[in-house]
């Protein structure tokens, strides 16, 4: 598969998954956390399909186009694995929906990651709350959610609270 051809499936993919979580995320009460600003294509994203729901975005830096800058009370700058665990006070209520969209090229990295992402992640999530991920994470209070048909099968989970932990 060409470069284009990966590019173009991983952006379908991501805006299947984010249209099919809506109205399971819409049930439960909290701001969305987006981990992972890059350009800024998945948050305007979630800002249209979730025009009533509060959005923090969390990067090292906003590097995004210019017609997708979070305010600076909903922009967390900073490295996600400090910031996640000292958001609580901003974000003000425990989120009812996480899009996370930080892995690597390399899969070390990414286990490193997904070790420091899980317990971090799950102290800001309400029960009821789903997680989208790419990385596969450690979280035994949450059920897995069935993809919707056409995902790659390896490539998210979704991960849905069910009690605290
Ligand atoms: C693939 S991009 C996100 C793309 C975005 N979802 C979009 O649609 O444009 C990943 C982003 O995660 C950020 N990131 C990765 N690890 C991070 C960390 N530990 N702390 C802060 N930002 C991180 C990178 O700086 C990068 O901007």
């Not at 009370?73 to 425990?94: E, S, W, Y």
């Not at 420091?116 to 897995?144: Q, R």
């Amino acid at each position: 598969m060409s470069r284009l051809d990966s590019f173009i499936r991983r952006m379908t993919s991501q805006k299947t998954l984010l249209e099919f979580l809506v109205d399971k995320v819409n049930e439960v009460d909290g701001p969305i956390l987006e981990l992972g600003l890059g350009n800024g294509r998945t948050y305007d994203h979630l800002r249209e399909i979730y025009p009533n729901k509060e959005i923090f975005v969390f990067d090292f830096a906003m590097d995004c186009h210019p017609s997708c800058a979070p305010d600076a009370h909903h922009m967390i700058l900073g490295n996600i694995r400090d910031t996640l665990v000292f958001c609580g006070p901003r974000i003000g209520a425990k989120a009812s929906f996480a899009h996370i969209d930080i892995g690597s090229a390399d899969p070390t990295n990414d286990l490193a990651t997904a070790s420091w992402l899980a317990p971090s992640i799950d102290a800001h999530m309400a029960v009821g709350g789903i997680i989208l991920c790419a990385l596969e994470l450690n979280l035994p209070n949450y059920e897995t959610l069935k993809k919707p048909d056409g995902i790659h099968r390896g490539r998210y989970h979704i991960y849905r609270k069910t009690s605290e932990a």
